[in-house]
């Protein structure tokens, strides 16, 4: 076997596995006074990873190990993202790490997010079902441990012990659609799989089964019922991670799998998705109307917002794909400046995540405030902001295919979710409060963070560039 | 020649700036650093202008149009697609110089004008803001952006009118601004669309094989343009907007409302010109005989207007006319047969944005010492402020069409070019340019000599302005004495090709003597003190006084149908509509998801074993739902 091809396309996941292991080598090493410069040197070097890696180097696609590694560039760009998210998430972290009780885990933290993040690029890299299973598994894990991050408090704990079985039932109930899988047609690479797909009962099953895996990652209804508790209970960063990121490489994966392998019986699996993306949207909705704490209404937000991205899961073209890429994009910069905003209110006001904690926040850190509506009226989908045009063009791939009506009940649900979206931003800037979170200045890294997410929020709907340039890279997915 | 996108950067960094700053920047730094910007973006202009016609000629005979810098920026198709950038050419480089000029003096002017007032800077970033999307409408390299920067540059304008946006008035004008101007745009937008989707482009001169197939819409889509168009240059009958806009500050009436927004249309025919006059020559006489009108109501009102600043409103309107009907009796782009109007209409353009900004400017002076807009209160002004009473004059003997000041050659062509296409056209603008003499004397007269107004002025001796004011009035009032003698025709002209300015004398002859006669009737009427024949002739046509007064209630006949019409018969209905049926439908929305979301609250119960049932309960459920489908 030539090695020089594992180098040459495998190139993110081995430079990220260098990465985490010098972050084990140096916690291990730097002692008390070296962990002081950790975040600094954590931020350069995943910045530092991301320049090298961000535009993909080769055109074209490429089978390593046989087919269970499949290189190809959109994954690189879907892989790019995902490192950026991280880094932002790192951005926000600093000071939640720099606590007492945590400052001694903050190596930790670090290990186990990256090792998710390799799990992650894995899983989007995947050929072979045993491939993406080890990859989704390595995602899975070090979460739940990132959930119960701060163990002894109570809320964490749960969250943490909620997550695990949570997953472990996906986990369960996805090994059993593939075992099924590989029972009625021989073989688990997904490119000889497809011939086998005939679309009986069983194997209709297993595509039901399979996709509970990525649903439970994409927290789709009705495998959203941990979202909100571990959203509630885990540390702020954690949870942002949780609902970019590890959304954003389940949804590609997804995609590409039912793109790929599930390609004979692709009414079976748009009507399994038409039928999930009314109830996500709808009761993602529903549930979030009602929300009093921050963070439970953030992770009900994120179910809808799930529903949105599958629009252009839906589609199932290229275009589609774009769309999706772009909007995770979008909804990357917007969601981690809302939490980037939530953790900092809370790591500066002694935990404040209420809804009510956030009236009178203008008067108090109006910068703050500003940021946060803008991240709100993008979720929202209100022009000029970026979340309008992602908004637009993942209905515009969906209409495109025909679902018309599909689209119509998203764009109600879009006027719902701007009531809710809304309620914040009236919390903030019109509702009284005789003792509102004190003036604060936010942490450095924080600052950056944020700043990068806004000009995310104006720049990436106005640069059609960007668009452009991921529609290079989605052709024949 | 890339440096030319600082001349939109830096006005847009100088807005941005002093209006994020606000009142944290002091007055005097803000005005100083917008009037140092604005002063570069000028000297940039006229350095563009040099390299431009320094270039010289190309092989073809004309100035080989550059576009430095080009973004696409929204594709829609392969041919299809939004640009911004930046098209150098004769019309567009002429139009650099006059704008960025004019938004010099007005700077400068400015420090001593609104010294003092509350809003500062806020006034100082608005102008700048103003400055960068008109430069970047006369230098758009396709229809739609001229489309986005002409709207950015009603807004700036909306913005200025209410400057004083505790005043009643100023707010009213604004609105009135904005919607008519907006009312318009909405046909500039539809000609576009239909313009887009026809010929697949946004560009000024789309391939001619395109066209082929929609020659039977370009007249359609050049038409709406012009609606347009005849908003944002207030041709009759959206007209009513402009003497209200009177409300806002003084220099923004003489930038804005009388040298450089206002002429946006004129500048849109000139720019649309090749496919006007290929394809649509008749929607182009229909403008001439639009303006035609126009120029003849703005004149008749303007004879009897005791506002100064409505009388120039007015002269404004009227000699927008001038300009409109110079290019709509264009027949061919041949100056030397029926095209010589463009070139006409251009210089005109040019010679009337310096002495307007200059009588402007000058009536700033006025109001700024006498404290009103009023005649009565002025009378005998010509002691007390020597340097704006002789530029005044410069001016009002420019706009009258006196040799050898610059409103004299510019003049003389257009009404040349409405002789070569019809004579009776030609008369009429004649008249119309005697009127204009009469009603700027009468206003001469009445500001600087005839009656004076002692007891107020006893209380409040009228004192000459500030230097800063009578700089820029005596700079303009240089310009209007020497640009006459520009070879315009050398610069820009219909088919870009050199043509050597000649004054036909028959004509000019003509219209020496009608201004003559019109400044002599003004003087006869209006110099002592007594004015004897004009109050009686005011008795006498009462009836045709008063009704030119309040300018034939075309405002009047706008309030009825609005209100009664409009607002009683469609919008009540549509807003009841509006009220209990879309909203209705809202509020039931609401409602259900309240009750729906109440209703489903017991599914996030806490227990992860419940969700475990969910989880299985639901993929169960979903393989059910798939198979029986």
Known sequence: MDYSAIFTYMYTEIALIGVTVAALLYDLIAGRRGRKYFHGIMCGVLLLFIGAT????????????????????????????????????????????????????????????????IGMDFMISAGHFMMFFIGLELASVPMACLVAFDKYKHNSAEAGAKFILSALFASGLMLYGISFLYGTTGTLYFDDMTAGIDGSALQILSLVFFFTGLGFKLSLVPFHLWTADTYEGAPTAVTSYLSVVSKAAAAFALMVILIKVFAPVVEYWQALLYIVIILSITIGNLFALRQKNLKRFMAFSSISQAGYIMLGVISGTPYGMTTLIFYVLVYMAANLAAFGVINTVEQNSGGKVGMDDYNGLYKTNPKLAVIMTLALFSLAGIPPFAGFFSKFFIFAAAFEQGFHVLVFIALINTVISLYYYLLIVKAMFINRNDAPVATFRSDGSTRISLLLCLAGIIILGLASCIFDGINLYTFGI | MEYTVLILLLPFLSFILIGLLGT???????????????????????????????????????????????????????????????????????????????SFMVHIYSFGYMKGETGFQRYYSFL????????????????????????????????????????????????????????????????????????????????????????????????????????????????????????????????????????AGVYLVARMFPLFIGYAP?????????????????????????????????????????????????????????????????????????FKALLFLGAGCII??????????????????????????????????????????????????????????????????????????????????????????????????????????IFLALVTLAAGWIPFGEFVSSNGQAYHIHIDWSVA??????????????????????????????TRFSGLHKAAYHRFYIDEIYQFITHRIIFACISTPIAWFDRH??????????????????????????????YGIWFLGGALGLTIVLLLI
């Open chain 1, 54 to 117: 961000v535009f993909p180097y080769h055109k074209e696609t490429a089978e390593i190990f046989g087919g269970m590694y499949i290189y190809s560039p959109i994954s690189g760009v879907v892989k790019s993202l995902l490192a950026i998210g991280t880094l932002l998430v790192f951005l926000q972290a600093d000071k939640w790490l720099g606590q007492k009780d945590t400052e001694i885990k903050r190596g930790e933290f670090y290990v186990l997010t990256l090792s998710t993040l």
């Open chain 2, 24 to 102: 944290k920047l002091k007055p005097v730094a803000a005005g100083a650093f917008g009037t140092v910007v604005t002063g570069a973006v000028a000297l940039l202009s006229y350095w563009t202008a040099f390299s431009f016609f320094g270039a010289g000629r190309n092989a073809d005979g004309v100035y080989q149009t550059q576009i430095p810098w080009n973004a696409e920026w929204l594709p829609f198709g392969d041919s299809l697609h939004i640009d911004l950038g930046i098209l150098l050419d004769p019309i567009s480089v002429m139009m650099l110089v006059v704008i960025s000029t004019v």
């Open chain 2, 128 to 263: 700048s803001l103003f400055t960068m999307s008109m430069l970047g409408l006369v230098v758009a390299t396709n229809i739609f952006q001229m489309y986005i920067f002409w709207e950015l540059v009603g807004v700036s304008s909306y913005l200025l009118i209410g400057f004083y946006y505790t005043k009643k008035e100023a707010v009213a004008a604004s609105k009135k601004a904005f919607i008519v101007t907006r009312f318009a745009d909405l046909g500039f937008l539809i000609g576009i669309l239909i313009y887009g989707f026809y010929t697949g482009s946004f560009s000024f001169t789309p391939d001619s094989e395109v066209i082929g197939t929609a020659k039977v819409f370009l007249p359609l889509a050049l038409g709406l343009m012009f609606i347009g168009g005849a908003g944002k240059s207030a041709m009759f009958p959206l007209h009513i907007w402009l003497p209200d806009a009177m409300e806002g500050p003084t220099p923004v009436s003489a930038l804005i409302h009388a040298a450089t927004m206002v002429v």
């Open chain 2, 282 to 354: 008749e929607v182009l006489h229909v403008t001439a005989y639009v303006g035609a009108f126009t120029a003849l109501y703005a004149a008749v009102v303007a004879c009897v207007q005791s506002d100064i600043k409505r009388v120039l409103a007015f002269s404004t309107i009227s000699q927008i006319g001038f300009m409109i009907v110079s290019l709509g009796v264009c027949t061919s782009a041949d100056p030397h047969a029926g095209g010589l109007g463009y070139m006409a209409s251009m210089f005109h353009l040019f010679t009337h944005a310096m």
């Open chain 2, 368 to 473: 700024h010492a006498v404290h009103s807009n009023e005649m009565s209160a002025m009378g005998g002004l010509r002691k007390y402020m020597p340097v704006t009473h002789v530029t005044f004059l410069v001016a009002c003997l420019a706009i009258a069409g006196i040799w050898p000041l610059s409103g004299f050659f510019s003049k003389d062509e257009i009404l040349a070019a409405c002789f070569d296409f019809s004579p009776i056209m030609g008369w009429v603008m004649t008249f119309i340019a005697g009127l204009t003499a009469f009603y700027m004397f009468r206003l001469y007269y009445n500001i600087f000599w005839g009656r004076e107004n002692k007891e107020l002025h006893a209380e409040h001796k009228p004192h000459e302005a500030p230097l800063t004011m009578t700089v820029p009035l």
């Open chain 2, 509 to 538: 002859a003509v219209s020496l003597c009608v201004a003559a006669a019109g400044i002599a009737l003004a003087t006869w009427m209006y110099l002592r003190e007594d004015r004897k024949v004009a109050d009686s002739l005011a």
């Open chain 2, 581 to 610: 049926v879309v909203d209705g439908f809202m509020n039931l929305l609401a409602w259900i998801s309240n009750k729906a979301s109440w209703l489903i609250r017991g599914m996030q119960s806490g227990y992860v074993q419940r």
